[in-house]
């Protein structure tokens, strides 16, 4: 599965590198997350919020075939919430006992939908480009949480004075180049938060930032917490091995 994960952010790096080469590197502003630092851990209630916006907005054009519904567990959904979330979905399964596909309700055991069935009709649908599947997004891209949270916050419906329009590109102040050909995805209110959090492009962009950066490293708590019982676990027995020693010596020189 790591072998699998690392293949994944190999391919979408390559994908990343004819946009760096698309103009001068762009400085991105640094944001204070949740899951920064040594004890740093995912805003639950931010990462449900993303993946609504992951949902209801990124989910018609980009996939997340490294996640199952049911490791929506992870965010805090209850069993419930996300069997009737893979419901929500039909799948294409088979084949049945006539030799034929059919579709299905989803389970929580399978991954998430793609919005296109191939790539050719990904790309047919999107000019020829192919939308990038978003699970190790956050790991794929340098500064990856600040980076994606400067590209969806930074659209701007003018170019500066002085900078010629591309035909179907679109201004965005921290996209390499400036020029991107996605449209600006999120709008203010176009996400109905349940727990009543205004949905501006801000919040919306952190919460669903939150959620890819939890995709991208579902598992980064334990390793933190395993990493500092570690280090506590060295520094007992560096103690027990320095006093050791002082005995040892303590009783070579009697």
């Known amino acids: 599965m790591r072998m699998l994960r690392l293949a994944l952010a190999a391919a979408a790096l390559a994908f990343a590198a004819p946009v760096h080469a698309a103009g001068p590197s762009v400085a991105i502003p640094s944001q204070t997350w949740s899951f920064g630092g040594l004890f740093g851990t995912f805003d639950r209630a931010s990462a ?20 199952a519904y049911r490791n929506l567990e992870g965010i805090g959904l209850s069993e419930d919430e996300i069997r009737a979330i893979a419901a929500d979905v039909m799948i294409k399964d088979g084949p049945n006992d006539d030799g034929e596909m059919f579709e299905r309700p989803g389970r929580p055991s399978d991954r998430f939908r793609s919005p296109f069935p191939n790539v050719q009709a990904a790309r047919a649908a999107n000019n020829g480009a192919y939308p990038v599947d978003l699970s190790l997004i956050v790991k794929a891209r340098e500064n990856g949480a600040n980076y994606l949270y400067a590209l969806l916050t930074g659209y701007r419906e003018n170019p500066p004075a002085g900078v010629e329009p591309m035909e179907g590109m679109h201004y965005n102040e921290y996209f390499p180049g400036h020029w991107i050909a996605m449209a600006q995805p999120l709008w203010p209110d176009m996400v109905d938060y349940p727990d ?3 949905a501006t492009i801000e919040q919306m962009a952190r919460d669903v930032t939150t959620f890819m950066a939890w995709a991208a490293e579902p598992e980064l708590e334990q390793r933190r917490a395993m990493g500092v019982r570690v280090i506590l676990f060295l520094i007992v027995l560096a103690g027990l091995t320095y006093g050791v020693k002082r005995k040892i010596w303590a009783d070579l020189k009697h």
Do not use: D, E
């Open 48 to 67: 449900q919020r993303g993946f609504l916006v992951y949902k209801q907005v990124c989910a018609s054009c980009h996939a997340m075939k490294q996640l």
């Open 196 to 198: 009543g959090t205004p």
